[in-house]
């Protein structure tokens, strides 16, 4: 079945549409590193959820404690007004994605609102004392929030969404020293690629300092080496083609999102003008 949704190309249209409309609505670059998480090395909306997940599991086992009415009803209230962070970081990372995986994300985004309605109606029916339809709403509200769970699951465990798909590269490169070439064959403060034992890496030399990182991009696994620079020196930056993740040149740090973590980048020795690199 999760097979078929990730095909299901019939979603596409409605896919492509919101996707423009995320894009328009959250474009200052701040905003939307912000919400991938950049500044905090770790995508945001992962974090985000654990209030109302939290919250809609207490109020759940409240929920059948004689007498915890009050309380239940607090922590729904908690848990649905926890909702909008998480929802607006859990579009802008949707926004960033391949097709197959927004295909999923959709139906995930959709069953979470699901949810949220039947929260919303669960907190109507306790503020108007029909407290039994209130538990009633708020358990069909988790039954549907689990299936939800279930599909980000699959998003992220099974088809890499938010994962790093740069850092397994780092396991087919040499523990021990590979050498590259000679460190006069690499152009100055200009990145170039080197393949080594099959993995693509790529180079930046300044003077005989050279750094090198995992060439794909850990967001998407975009080809960093067919990225334009920013900036120039120590302070260079390459952009990735696919969905505008930067690094920094010198260290592979995350400057901007959709990517939230650094990019993977290897040990460096120059020994009679010849470089080799190593894993870290």
Not at 20 to 45: C, F, I
């Amino acid at each position: 079945m999760i097979s078929r949704l990730e095909k299901a190309t019939a979603l596409d249209p409605i896919s492509g549409r919101l996707q423009s409309a995320v894009q328009s609505v959250v474009k200052p670059q701040r905003l939307r590193d912000l919400l991938h998480g950049t500044w905090l090395g770790h995508p945001l909306h992962p974090v985000l959820v654990q209030v109302p997940v939290g919250a809609f599991m207490s109020a759940a086992v409240l929920d059948a404690v004689p007498g915890q009415r009050k309380a239940a009803t607090t922590l729904i209230a908690v848990g649905t007004a926890a909702t909008a962070p998480a929802i607006a970081a859990g579009w802008v990372d949707w926004s960033s994605l391949a097709k197959d995986q927004r295909r999923v994300g959709l139906v995930h985004a959709t069953a979470n609102a699901v949810a949220l309605g039947l929260y919303v109606g669960s907190l109507a029916a306790r503020s108007s004392g029909r407290y039994g339809l209130g538990r009633l709403l708020a358990y069909a509200g988790l039954s549907v929030a689990g299936g939800g769970a279930y599909l980000g699951g699959h998003l992220s465990y099974e088809q890499g969404a938010g994962m790093n798909v740069a850092s397994p590269e780092l396991f087919r490169l040499p523990e021990d020293w590979a050498e590259v070439g000679e460190v006069a064959s690499l152009p100055e403060g200009r990145p170039t690629v080197r393949t080594i034992d099959g993995v693509r890496v790529l180079l930046y030399r300044l003077g005989d300092e050279v750094t090198a990182m995992v060439e794909q991009c850990g967001h998407q696994g975009g080809p960093l080496g067919e990225g334009k620079v920013d900036g120039d020196g120590a302070d260079a930056c390459v952009v990735c083609p696919w969905h505008g993740s930067t690094f920094r040149l010198r260290d592979g740090l995350v400057m901007h999102g959709p990517a939230a973590g650094d990019q993977p980048t290897l040990r460096t020795r120059v020994e009679n003008g010849v470089l080799s690199i190593a894993t870290p």
